[in-house]
């Protein structure tokens, strides 16, 4: 789905935020940006084709382009697009949820690069504002310094590291542009994130362990995990934020690091120039290593303003994906169960309407065999509170709410 989308782009691992504040922001001098962004060419084998203009921004100003970039990334007005994910199941929807999603991601942010001027920002005194509400830091402080003596001194460079691979992928992947590409297909906008952040966390490791002279294969085999998996405490997040914004944002950095690193170990950096040109398009390809395929397409007719319920006026379209599919499972089934009906996911398109009744929706879902569309479809029964209209054929299953019958489906018999 989409609302976070444009978001992650904005924000640094939350790890390295609080070793930021561990240390001091430093002084961003555009001679410090050209000297790191020396050693991430050296790092991905890449070089950047100009220098990256870079200056600070302040908290006010950091919250109007995080409310911009938000509501950019909206297929419709927020307000419909809040009810929409509500209806389906994946947040609770709630009073000024929005201004909520706008602190919660302003306090993640320290330094980002943003793709549309192509510019690089460091948030005037977030360091401080981190050190002042603590979340750990003393711990966190202790760990990596008991694993990786000298570490302390590296934030700035991860930092810059990080936000300065996102600049040498926007040079080639033209990173605005291709994702507004793809503002109805969430999944494959989740993916390339993933890609994205899982590239740029690898190669900020690289480069602050090139400075360690007793670094090893080990200390990145330490240090990946732990500036992925544990990017953002959880406990610090708030609880009035829905865990789906939460676990959508871990995503790209946990399971995205994970998958570039078994890229980079495997076939080296030239496999991820490969990437580039030819970026993963599920989210099935990042949870499974191997698992390649050209999702389905043409599951809805590109005409969708027909296929709502009476009266129903047509907001938009998306696809899912397997992360999705997961996430919502899990929210009512054991991980094994849920994971396992989402792993034959194989496509899917979603069409959201506003009725007299509410939010309706159509969604079909390919899977990989009949006997996966039957356990998908008996998974979703079980896991789902409301009332949902069922129809499955061969592969695929039809999921529709808000509907008092099915409408007529081309490539669907069992809809006629």
Not at 107 to 116: L, T
Not at 140 to 160: H, N, Q, R, T, Y
Not at 251 to 264: E, H, K, L, N, Q
Not at 384 to 392: A, C, V, Y
Request: hydrophobic share 40%.
């Amino acid at each position: 789905m989409l609302p976070c989308r444009v978001v992650k782009r904005f924000r640094a691992p939350a790890l390295l935020l609080v070793l930021l504040a561990l240390t001091g922001a430093g002084a961003l001098l555009p001679a410090r940006v050209d000297q790191v962004a020396r050693e991430v060419e050296k790092v991905r084998g890449k070089r950047f084709e100009r220098s990256v203009p870079a200056s600070e921004i302040d908290a006010a100003d950091l919250r109007k382009v995080l409310r911009s970039k938000l509501g950019e990334s909206f297929p419709v007005s927020p307000d419909d697009t809040l009810k929409t994910l509500s209806a389906f199941g994946l947040i609770e929807e709630s009073p000024h949820l929005i201004d909520r999603l706008i602190d919660f991601y302003a306090s993640q942010v320290i330094a980002f690069y943003d793709p549309e001027p192509r510019r690089f920002y460091v948030v005037k005194g977030a360091a401080q504002e981190l050190e002042k509400g603590g979340g750990g830091s003393k711990e966190l402080e202790a760990e990596v310094g008991a694993d990786l003596p000298g570490m302390a001194g590296m934030s700035e460079k991860l930092i810059f590291a990080h936000e300065l691979t996102h600049a040498l992928q926007d040079e080639s992947l033209k990173l605005d542009k291709r994702m507004k590409s793809l503002k109805d297909n969430g999944d494959q906008a989740l993916a390339l994130e993933s890609l994205l952040e899982g590239e740029a966390t690898l190669v900020m490791v690289r480069v602050v362990l090139a400075d360690l002279p007793d670094a090893d294969e080990g200390a990145e085999e330490m240090l990946g995990p732990l500036l992925s998996a544990g990017a953002l405490e959880r406990s610090g997040v708030p609880k009035d934020i829905p865990d789906y914004f939460v676990e959508q944002l871990f995503f790209p950095y946990s399971d995205g690091t994970a998958y570039v690193r078994r890229v980079v170990k495997d076939k080296g950096w030239g496999a991820m120039d490969r990437l580039w040109k030819n970026p993963p398009k599920t989210t099935s390809e990042i949870l499974h290593e191997g698992v390649i395929f050209t999702p389905a397409e043409d599951l809805l007719p590109s005409k969708n303003e027909k296929l709502g319920p009476d009266g129903g006026r047509y907001l938009y379209s998306d696809t899912l994906g397997e992360w999705t599919v997961r996430f919502v499972l899990r929210r009512e089934l054991p991980e094994e169960e849920a994971d396992s009906a989402a792993s034959g996911w194989r496509g899917d398109r979603i069409a959201f309407f506003s009725s007299p009744r509410g939010i309706a929706y159509l969604w079909r879902v390919r899977l990989d065999s009949p006997e996966a569309a039957g356990r998908f479809e008996a998974a979703w029964k079980k896991a789902r509170k409301k009332r949902e209209l069922f129809l499955r054929n061969g592969r695929d299953v039809l999921v529709a709410s808000g509907y008092t019958s099915l409408p007529d489906l081309p490539g669907f018999p069992a809809a006629r």
